[in-house]
Nanobody, 130 residues
Framework: QEPLVESGGGVVHTGGSLRLSCVAS?????????????MAWYRQSPGKQRDLVAT???????NYADSVKGRFFISRDDAKNTVYLQMNNLKPEDTAVYYC???????????????????WGQGNLVTVSS
């Protein structure tokens, strides 16, 4: 089972809004989730590197790239192991594949071991048409 599963991408006109969601699986081959630390969203446009968009710590402290400040909002629901990215006033330059990322600590009951994983979502295309 994939550790992170994203949803919510699509096509929107300039000025529109979308919300991305990313759920961490409660149990993988590494065991069950013991703790999730930092969660984040990245994006990658064709021919460009993957850039950090927003982060949220376990204490709910947020940080944003300058290009999205005031338009994008990251949040998390720890009861649901989920991170969200609310994107408002979208612009064509926001078009990209968006990836969620999380620092997850797993616990394996069978061997009493912890595994720290920096997990990635599968990517979700957001297209903003002008």
């Amino acid at each position: 089972q994939e550790p992170l599963v994203e949803s919510g991408g699509g096509v929107v006109h300039t000025g529109g809004s979308l919300r991305l969601s990313c759920v961490a699986s409660g149990r993988t081959s590494s065991g069950r989730i013991s703790r999730i630390d930092n969660m984040a969203w990245y994006r990658q446009s064709p021919g460009k590197q993957r850039d950090l968009v927003a982060t949220v710590t376990s204490g709910a402290t947020t940080n944003y790239a300058d290009s999205v400040k005031g338009r994008f909002f990251i949040s998390r629901d720890d009861a649901k192991n989920t991170v969200y990215l609310q994107m408002n006033n979208l612009k064509p330059e926001d078009t990209a594949v968006y990836y969620c990322n999380a620092d997850i600590l797993y616990y394996n009951d069978h061997n009493d071991a912890f595994t720290d994983l920096k997990a990635w979502g599968q990517g979700n295309l957001v297209t903003v048409s002008s």
